[in-house]
């Protein structure tokens, strides 16, 4: 199992700078309120520049999305006319250097079905850009390769009835490398 999680790493392109999503040992539950917290780990490779700009978009099954203050950045919060949000966060100062993780929590009320959301994100470092959108693939088929280059963060929302903690599907390596079928998601 180390032998095939090291071979999906190598072939991985673009890994070096992700977003995952945490919720902290919390449950999303499908109506009710919570915190989403996207992690960026470190700035963008192989330039090793700091991140400047995040970018967020939530489908308009979200009730609400509201960033939570960060220090050093500063935060906005677009909806468009079929309901989409766009969080975006502005550094104010240097930015996320390199070497460094950040914290980006956003208080949400979880959509009211339950499924699997993706969160597609862009991380800016500069003028270049990581945009993690890409679905998880289930196989290799034609033009469709596996795994996914820029994998998007998703989250798991569960029906009102269940209790249980839920595990969030990041973009991390070792998360897009699965050794089993992958899950169907909702957007």
Do not use: E
């Not at 969080?87 to 009211?112: C, E, H, M, Y």
């Not at 033009?143 to 269940?162: I, S």
């Amino acid at each position: 199992m180390t032998a095939a999680a090291i071979a999906c790493l190598a072939i991985v392109p673009g890994a070096g700078a992700h977003g995952t999503l945490n919720l902290y040992g919390k449950t999303a539950v499908a109506g009710k309120n919570g915190t989403l917290t996207l992690t960026i780990p470190h700035g963008c490779l192989p330039d090793a520049t700091p991140t400047t700009k995040i970018v967020l978009k939530l489908s308009s099954a979200w009730q609400a999305a509201k960033p939570s203050a960060v220090a050093g950045w500063k935060s906005t919060v677009k909806r468009s006319a079929n309901g989409q949000r766009t969080l975006t966060w502005l550094a104010t100062a240097g930015g996320l250097p390199n070497a460094q993780s950040g914290d980006f929590p956003i208080a949400v009320r979880w959509p009211k079905k339950a499924g699997i959301y993706n969160t597609p994100t862009a991380q800016y470092c500069g003028s270049q850009l990581m945009y993690w959108k890409d679905a998880f693939n289930a196989a290799a088929d034609g033009d469709l390769p596996y795994p996914a280059n820029y994998p998007v963060p998703r989250v798991r929302v569960h029906a009102a009835a269940r209790r249980t903690p839920s595990a969030v599907t990041g973009s991390s390596p070792l998360s897009i490398c699965p050794l089993h079928g992958a899950v169907g998601s909702t957007q």
